[in-house]
Structures are given as C-alpha cells and as structure tokens.
C-alpha cells in the first residue's frame, strides 16, 4: 500500500485532516521517504507521526519561505508498512530505488525498523531515523557495525524503559504479577529487561505468555496467563491488540491491576476498554524535557492532528525526527546522504545557539546556517544527542489512568535509570 504526502497535498491526509497551504516555497521539491504503519496492529502510532512529520515539514517551509531548504521545499512520500517487516522493506526499497530517496523516516515498530536498515537503507547507504522503534537490538546492530551508521532514532531504548518500568511497578505495591506480551523484537526485549530489574529488585513474575498480532480472540492466551491467579498484569503491546486482550482479560475475572508500556498512553484503548476498569493501570513513556518547543507542540498538533492530541504515542518524536532531519538538510546544503547523515549530529551538538520548534525558531535556525554559525536545536522532547549508535538518552515519564485520562505522575531521569542499573550488577 502506498500514500504519496506533501506538506501541501496529500491523499492520506485527507481522510485525517486537509493539509494547511503553504505560501512562498520554491518550486523544485526535496521529497524525504516515510514508512510507518498506518494500518495493523501499531496503525495509530504511524498516523500521529505522519501528522506530527506533516506539521515539522510545514513549519519548516514557512521557515524557509522562498530560499526553501537547501534550495528546496520539504515533503514526504509516506508508505504503509501495515505493521509488516516485510511490507516495510518492499516499501523502503521502492523508495531508495525507484525514488532514490537520500533519507527515510521510520519505522514505527522495531520490527519494522529492523530489517528495513539491515536489508535496505544500511547496504545503500541511507539516512533512516526512527521515531519510535526502542529495541536494544537496534543498538546491538549499531555496535556490531550492521547499522554503517546510518540508522538514527528520537526514542530511548528499551534497555533503560524496562528498568523503568520495574521500578516503578514496585512503587505501586505489584510485588509480583504475570506478562502478557506482543511476540517480536519489541515485546521480546522489553520484557527481558523488564524481568532482570524486576527480579532483581525483588518482584515475582508467576508466568509470561507471549502473544501474535491482530488475532481474532486471545482467550487462550488470557485463560494460560490467570491459570496462575496473578495479582496484576503487565502487559507489552499496541493499542489495537491491547484493547481486545485487556477486555478479555476483565471478562475472564483477571485482577483490574494493571501495568502498561508506552502504546497503551492511548485515549482510543482506555475508551475501547472502559474507564471503569483502568482506575489501578500505570504505565512508562518515554518523556520529555519540557522547552519551549514543547510548549509549541503541544499548542499547534493538536489544532492540525485532526483528533490525535500532544501526547499521542509516537507523535513528539515524529515532530523531532521530522525538524532534526529537515535542519541536517538544510545545514547539508544538499539533498544528499551522507552529507544529511553527518549533519544531523551538527544541528543537535551543544555549544550552538539554542533554537525551538515552530516557524520562528526554525526561522533563526537557518539564520544560523546561512551565517554558518553553530546551532542546537532543542526539540519537544528536550535537548537530545545522538551517541555513536544513534541512540539518544532522555528521561521516562511514569503515568496512571484517572477519570479516563492519562495523568502524569513523575518522571525517572536517566541518571536514575543507571544509578538502579548499577546496584543490579
């Protein structure tokens, strides 16, 4: 399936709402590819991230105005992975072959974004970054030279966010529980790392049940995972999927005790679920440093999502990826990849001139690049870097369920993610 999006006009986004016009752009076209899952079981993330990407790529070319971006107005050519590895290579390669894309957004779902870097935009030598795939696998790709230094991503790992997790299902007094998750890379290493800090901090998991992908029932899964009489669930998954487990679960007598990883932060699951049954569910995000560019965000998705609000899954670090990439271009000064690639670490080193999201701050930061003075764009998910594997650090917000809502509760820094780590060694 493919969708062909400009920040002007675009398919896809008619049926989410109409794309603002965009005035005094050049008319030559820098097209950046995009593969998310916009249907399937992680069909939500990909369509908050297309509108947040959408609304980078806007702000940009207003930015811009007729100088354009390296020369050029900003677009993406946006291409459904349908929650599919392989459907994402297809896609991805039609996109660096046929459309010989220098640069990709996605995917949303490791697994997804696995094999589209080993099999595609490593080997040919393509900038992809991720705004939502969190697999330590992604990082162990990276050390072993199987990423060639291509692949980037604007969400932490998993391997900080299980520990995260651990912690603070003890705070809520889940002193053991048992673990429903979704049956690939994601799920798979999430909850390893959940279970080593979990235990080790003197959690009991009583069972784990993993789970395939948009099945019609999962009642055998749910009837396996309570033959233990658990006390809480922990469940790793996507909304879709999680809706139907999670109601199977309460029709089964399961405990409404629940913990959640950061795709159920979802008005969609808690109204697919009801309210009723989510007043003791908590969750792990990953979180944000609020900037003015979170202050930004928060105010202008929303008004342009067409029903997806600023915390949706996925849809800050969509934005981000979208303005880092589309600032590399710009400092690039050529639609190229391995100018783009090295540039990206450019535009988000500290030591530069701070610059936010929004027209204005993406205004002043190609000032900056046209004086060729040195800038640091500080995003909506706060002042990030890219270590030599392309991974970021960043803090996790803990959240609960109230009234129907998500309602923050605090937040782990990474320091106090590592200082746990430590103790566990």
């Known amino acids: 399936m493919r969708y062909v999006l400009s920040v002007t006009a675009a398919a896809l986004l008619a049926s989410l709402g109409a794309a603002p016009a965009v005035a005094q752009t050049p008319s030559c076209t820098h097209t950046v590819g995009m593969v998310v899952s916009l249907t399937g079981a992680a069909g939500r993330y990909g369509q908050a991230a297309s509108k947040s990407v959408e609304l980078a790529f806007n702000d940009l070319n207003k930015a811009a105005g007729s100088a354009g971006i390296a020369g050029c107005k900003l677009a993406f050519d946006v291409r459904d992975a349908q929650s599919q ?229 996925a849809a800050v670090q969509g934005f981000d990826a979208a303005a880092i990439l589309g600032l590399a271009i710009a400092h690039a000064g050529k639609f190229e990849a391995a100018a783009i690639r090295d540039s990206i670490r450019k535009v988000t080193a500290s030591g530069g001139e701070v610059v936010h999201a929004g027209p204005e701050g993406f205004a002043r930061a190609l000032e900056l690049i046209k004086q060729k003075k040195p800038l640091r764009y500080v995003g909506v998910i706060g002042p990030v870097q890219f270590d030599k594997n392309g991974d970021i650090a960043g803090p996790f917000r803990t959240w609960k369920i109230a009234n129907g809502e998500v309602v923050t509760v605090g937040q782990m820094t990474t320091d106090d993610v590592q200082a746990i780590q430590a103790k566990m060694k």
């Open 85 to 313: 590895g392989s459907v994402a290579v297809d896609q991805a390669r039609q996109l660096v072959d046929l459309k010989k894309t220098p640069a990709i957004i996605g995917g949303i779902i490791s697994s997804v974004s696995i094999p589209m870097v080993t099999s595609v935009t490593a080997p040919a030598g393509v900038v992809q970054i991720s705004p939502a795939s969190s697999s330590p696998t992604l990082t162990k790709l990276a050390l072993e030279g199987k990423t060639g230094g291509w692949f980037f991503r604007t969400i932490t790992s998993d391997a900080l966010q299980g520990t995260a997790a651990a912690k603070y299902a003890l705070d809520q007094g889940f002193k053991s529980l048992t673990v429903i998750h979704v049956n690939n890379d994601f799920g798979v290493n999430m909850v390893a790392e959940f279970r080593r800090a979990y235990e080790a901090l003197g959690g009991k998991i009583v069972d784990v049940t993993p789970y395939n992908p948009e099945q019609s029932s999962y009642n055998a899964e749910v009837t396996k995972a309570l033959k233990t009489d658990p006390a809480a669930l922990y469940f790793v998954g996507y909304p879709g999927d999680g809706t139907t487990i999670i109601r199977t679960w309460v029709q089964q007598g399961g405990p409404q005790k629940f913990l959640f990883n950061d795709g159920m932060n979802s008005p969609d699951f808690i109204k697919g679920v009801g309210a009723q049954y989510l007043t003791n569910a908590y969750g792990t995000s990953s979180g944000t440093t609020t900037t003015e560019s979170t202050a930004y965000f928060t105010k202008a998705y929303p008004a342009m999502s067409g029903g997806f609000d600023a915390q949706a899954p």
